[in-house]
């Protein structure tokens, strides 16, 4: 019987492309969290485009090419201008299932097995599109994206912070009628939108409300806001998970604390370097903080604006900061234990591995 030729593949040969190709694979094989995700910014411009087309919807740009080629961005706010223009194409509860469905397949291609979803319900209630509605097709897609594709997943009701404490009020008074319905998605409280001048404490009241009514709570906090809105989430708001947190590295007692207490970060590599949050992925800390201890997480915040979806935050983290395939599966593995599942369901995932 022949024997088979041996082959001898040695990596320190292989080209660039064959290597990325091989850890993308790697990237691509282990279970992930996506914790860190805002549904409205996984509205392709190809779907924004046919959302806007089936809702009679103007759009200032002529081409999908166009609309793409405005997404270059000098910082948050500017993101956030073209975010809230280009949720305005939501209108039906078949446009969120849309964009819902099609972020979840999308997902699961990347290897993600569960997802935590941000929303950003005032963007829709403020143009007149009931709570109800957003709610519906969002779970329609959820339900059926855990049937069918395998991928479980809960929704995080975002407060828009640029907006007053008691427009958060009167939003959570409009969700709260759905929790019945939703209960078993909706599990979540956040907190997101420009950061600067809208500190953590002026949403103290509304989220020692959550808490009261069990929601389980996390909030955007040193994004581009200063390390002291990072402690302030956690002391005045009793948050349990921030989302991005980079700007923690200016204060070292708080760096310590996070690892103490192994207080969760979602950070976003892409979304860091397309908003300037960070000049250059090799400027980015997310690799040094990992190195000492603080539990990281890496996901995508508005995969369609970003360039990325999470799998390639994986790649762009990996090959800008050498992390190698042991520090890979850490940052997939803690994408699952800071997750808000239940120790059984982070088991079955760990286990996985
Ligand atoms: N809303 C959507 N993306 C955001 C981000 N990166 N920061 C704050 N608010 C957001
Ligand atoms: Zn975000």
Same mark, same amino acid.
Request: proline share 4%; net charge negative.
């Given at each position: 019987?022949?024997?088979?030729?041996?082959?001898?593949?040695?990596?320190?040969?292989?080209?660039?492309?064959?290597? &990325?190709? !091989?850890?993308?694979?790697?990237?691509?094989?282990?279970?992930?969290?996506?914790?860190?995700?805002?549904?409205?910014?996984?509205?392709?411009?190809?779907?924004?485009?046919?959302?806007?087309?089936?809702? !009679?919807?103007?759009?200032?740009?002529?081409?999908?090419?166009?609309?793409?080629?405005?997404?270059?961005?000098?910082?948050?706010?500017?993101?956030?201008?073209?975010?809230?223009?280009?949720?305005?194409?939501?209108?039906?509860?078949?446009?969120?299932?849309?964009?819902?469905?099609?972020?979840?397949?999308?997902?699961?291609?990347?290897?993600?097995?569960?997802?935590?979803?941000?929303?950003?319900?005032?963007?829709?209630?403020?143009?007149?599109?009931?709570?109800?509605?957003?709610?519906?097709?969002?779970?329609? @897609?959820?339900?059926?994206?855990? @049937?069918?594709?395998?991928?479980?997943?809960?929704?995080?009701? *975002?407060?828009?912070?640029?907006?007053?404490?008691?427009?958060?009020?009167?939003?959570?008074?409009?969700? /709260?009628?759905?929790?019945?319905?939703?209960?078993?998605?909706?599990?979540?409280?956040?907190?997101?939108?420009?950061?600067?001048?809208?500190?953590?404490?002026?949403?103290?009241?509304?989220?020692?409300?959550?808490?009261?009514?069990?929601?389980?709570?996390?909030?955007?906090?040193?994004?581009?806001?200063?390390?002291?809105?990072?402690?302030?989430?956690?002391?005045?708001?009793?948050?349990?998970?921030?989302?991005?947190?980079?700007?923690?590295?200016?204060?070292?007692?708080?760096?310590?604390?996070?690892?103490?207490?192994?207080?969760?970060?979602?950070?976003?590599?892409?979304?860091?370097?397309?908003?300037?949050?960070?000049? &250059?992925?090799?400027?980015?800390?997310?690799?040094?903080?990992?190195?000492?201890?603080?539990?990281?997480?890496? &996901?995508?915040?508005?995969? @369609?604006?970003?360039?990325?979806?999470?799998? !390639?935050?994986?790649?762009?983290?990996?090959?800008? /900061?050498?992390? &190698?395939?042991?520090?890979?599966?850490?940052?997939?593995?803690? *994408?699952?234990?800071?997750? /808000?599942? !239940?120790?059984?369901?982070?088991?079955?995932?760990?286990?996985?591995?």
């Amino acid at each position: 019987m022949n024997k088979p030729i041996q082959k001898h593949i040695d990596t320190t040969t292989m080209k660039d492309k064959d290597k &990325n190709d !091989d850890l993308r694979a790697f990237v691509l094989s282990l279970p992930k969290a996506e914790l860190h995700l805002h549904i409205e910014g996984s509205l392709e411009p190809e779907l924004l485009f046919e959302l806007a087309q089936r809702n !009679d919807i103007a759009l200032p740009y002529v081409s999908v090419d166009a609309l793409r080629a405005a997404y270059a961005f000098d910082d948050l706010q500017s993101f956030l201008d073209l975010y809230y223009a280009g949720a305005g194409v939501l209108i039906t509860e078949r446009d969120f299932y849309d964009m819902t469905i099609a972020y979840l397949r999308r997902a699961q291609a990347d290897g993600v097995v569960h997802a935590e979803i941000m929303f950003d319900p005032q963007t829709h209630t403020a143009r007149g599109i009931a709570m109800a509605t957003v709610f519906a097709g969002m779970a329609r @897609a959820m339900r059926e994206a855990q @049937a069918s594709l395998n991928i479980s997943s809960y929704l995080i009701l *975002s407060f828009l912070r640029h907006l007053s404490e008691e427009s958060a009020f009167t939003t959570l008074e409009a969700a /709260l009628p759905l929790r019945e319905q939703y209960g078993d998605l909706w599990i979540a409280i956040g907190l997101d939108s420009a950061e600067r001048g809208n500190p953590p404490e002026k949403f103290t009241r509304v989220f020692a409300l959550c808490k009261e009514l069990g929601f389980r709570l996390v909030a955007h906090a040193g994004e581009e806001g200063p390390a002291s809105y990072v402690r302030n989430a956690l002391d005045l708001l009793q948050v349990e998970r921030i989302d991005h947190g980079v700007r923690s590295e200016e204060d070292p007692a708080l760096m310590q604390r996070l690892i103490t207490d192994q207080i969760p970060l979602t950070v976003c590599p892409l979304s860091n370097l397309k908003l300037g949050v960070v000049r &250059n992925m090799a400027e980015h800390n997310l690799a040094r903080m990992l190195r000492s201890g603080v539990m990281i997480t890496i &996901n995508s915040d508005d995969p @369609a604006y970003f360039g990325g979806y999470v799998a !390639d935050n994986y790649m762009v983290s990996a090959i800008g /900061l050498g992390l &190698n395939r042991d520090e890979l599966i850490i940052l997939a593995k803690n *994408s699952i234990k800071a997750s /808000l599942l !239940d120790d059984a369901q982070k088991n079955k995932y760990l286990a996985q591995f």
